[in-house]
């Protein structure tokens, strides 16, 4: 009989699969106590999803890694968006946020996602394709060889591939998470990338193997900071600073989180949505931060990007 290759969208949903197993299993060791709790759920009009949540762990507040293949007819605000009046699609992808307790740790978040949109309801021919994602970090207490070593994990995946494929997304990633409303960025930025499609210079396979190979590599970009951090010691003063800060956090994945708004306005459920949103946050009415402070120190550079890799070298930050 002839060797059938699998599609893309099937190699995509078996990597998304084995990324989250892998994630899940890597976390719930460096944290030692808790455990993901799974929660399946069905999307009316087609597919689903696999939640995975921790909650009150040693190091680890609150995370979700979730993966979702969902698909049918194109709901009306997105069939406007594509300028389409009608359309069929199928969407899969691993989204996660993971919320330390410590203020010491970074926030994390990564998501990695595939597109096919169709002419007809059989979904065979497709019309259009793209992928997209990234993963970004986002510090409450600054220690510039976390974030070196981050964007150093995340160059190197990108290099297989390309030169030209970390400045490209890291700028992308430090013009997309960047509150504009306060003037500063969301943390030390990363990668972001979307709408990926297939051109004269790369296809779909092209894409496929960046972005996968990305995803891999985030475990490599993370867990080494988690080691670090995770017994330095904090005030209650230095909490209450993460909840502040965790406070920006929440209004950039409301006001201009993409996957987000895509997420509602398709149908997804509300709960794996929003599951990214830290679950102790504050709001106070002009905050300010005193001047020299480590505090200050954050703050002070999230208003412009930073060439981490540049920098990294000057300061001989090399992993």
């Not at 990597?15 to 030692?32: A, N, S």
């Not at 013009?175 to 004269?200: I, M, Q, S, T, W």
Request: hydrophobic fraction near 35%; aromatic fraction near 14%; charged fraction near 30%.
């Amino acid at each position: 009989m002839p060797v059938i290759n699998p599609s893309i969208k099937q190699r995509f949903s078996t990597f998304i699969c084995d990324l989250q197993d892998d994630i899940c299993k890597t976390l719930e060791k460096l944290d030692g106590k808790a455990q993901f709790k799974s929660d399946d759920w069905e999307r009316e009009g087609g597919g689903g999803g696999h939640s995975r949540i921790i909650n009150d762990g040693n190091l680890f507040e609150k995370g979700g890694v979730s993966t979702s293949t969902v698909y049918g007819e194109l709901p009306k605000p997105i069939q406007e968006r594509f300028e389409v009046e009608q359309g069929w699609f199928w969407a899969g992808g691993i989204s996660l946020v993971i919320h330390p307790w410590s203020p010491m740790i970074p926030t994390v978040h990564a998501n990695f996602r595939y597109f096919e949109l169709y002419d007809d309801a059989d979904m065979t021919d497709v019309r259009d394709c793209w992928f997209g994602g990234g993963a970004d970090l986002t510090p409450y207490y600054l220690w510039d060889e976390d974030a070196v070593h981050f964007h150093q994990i995340l160059k190197k995946a990108c290099d297989l591939h390309g030169d030209d494929m970390y400045p490209r997304f890291k700028k992308e990633c430090d013009e997309y998470f960047y509150n504009e409303h306060r003037n500063e960025a969301r943390g030390v930025g990363g990668l972001f990338f979307d709408y990926l499609r297939p051109n004269a210079k790369r296809d779909a396979e092209d894409w496929y193997a960046f972005t996968t190979e990305v995803g891999r590599a985030f475990l490599d970009s993370y867990v080494p900071i988690v080691k670090r951090r995770k017994d330095e010691l904090y005030t209650d003063e230095q909490r209450y600073f993460q909840e502040i800060r965790r406070g920006r956090y929440v209004e950039f994945n409301l006001i201009h989180d993409r996957g987000t708004l895509f997420g509602l306005k398709t149908g997804g459920r509300t709960e794996s949505v929003l599951m990214s949103l830290p679950p102790e946050v504050r709001w106070d009415y002009d905050f300010q931060v005193e001047p020299g402070s480590r505090e200050a120190y954050l703050i002070e550079r999230l208003k412009n990007p930073i060439n981490w890799i540049e920098y990294g070298k000057e300061e001989g930050i090399i992993i």
